[in-house]
């Protein structure tokens, strides 16, 4: 059963960094670009970054210069970090295969960005 479980997120100044982590389970990653995904209180669920099998990037143009995805293959994980935070970048963040994959959305981890 496919399954990922996102973590590392929590509160911070604006400014600030963090670094979140997801570990898949029932898949392996190496055969999928994944992504990381938001969701703010009152707006729908966004992508904010994608790596293709082979390492390419993508990122959505609010987070570009400051956020950068990476995946270890071997750990089955997928990475954000996350610097030069802002109050608008609190959210709930979760990670999936990319496209999101419907009805294996994890419970996510949340990223709060406040002074």
């Known amino acids: 059963q496919v399954q990922f479980v996102e973590s590392g997120g929590g509160l911070v100044q604006p400014g600030g960094s963090l670094r979140l982590s997801c570990v898949a389970s029932?898949?392996?990653?190496?055969?999928?670009?994944m992504g990381w995904y938001r969701q703010a209180p009152g707006k729908q669920r966004e992508v904010v970054a994608s790596?293709?099998?082979?390492?390419?990037?993508n990122y959505a143009d609010s987070v570009k210069g400051r956020f950068t995805i990476s995946r270890d293959n071997a750990k089955n994980s997928v990475y954000l970090q996350m610097n030069s935070l802002k109050p608008e970048d609190t959210a709930v963040y979760y990670c999936?295969?990319?496209?999101?994959?419907?009805?294996?959305w994890g419970q996510g981890t949340l990223v709060t960005v406040s002074s």
């Open positions: 999936n295969a990319a496209p999101g994959w419907d009805s294996k």
């Open positions: 029932g898949m392996r990653i190496r055969l999928h670009a």
């Open positions: 790596i293709l099998t082979g390492s390419n990037t």
